[in-house]
């Protein structure tokens, strides 16, 4: 279960992963559990990205909301 930051978290990164600041602990646990990944350096700093299974998750939250 993810708690409320993780959730946020991948939220965020959903929409403005450019925001994300990269050393949040909350990513460590998304990458665990394979809901994002971080992508190639594009200008300098590699950003987040959600993978298929978050992308499945978020879809799974906003229909329940």
């Known amino acids: 279960m993810l708690s409320p930051h993780e959730l946020a978290t991948l939220m965020l990164v959903k929409s403005a992963p450019d925001w994300i600041e990269p050393d949040r602990i909350e990513l460590g646990a998304l990458r665990e559990l394979q809901l994002i990944d ?5 200008f300098g700093a590699p ?6 299974r978050g992308d499945a998750l ?7 909301r």
């Not at 971080?38 to 594009?42: R, V």
């Not at 978020?58 to 329940?64: Q, S, Y």
């Open 38 to 42: 971080i992508g190639p350096p594009e």
């Open 47 to 52: 950003l987040p990205r959600v993978t298929p």
């Open 58 to 64: 978020l879809r799974a939250v906003a229909r329940v």
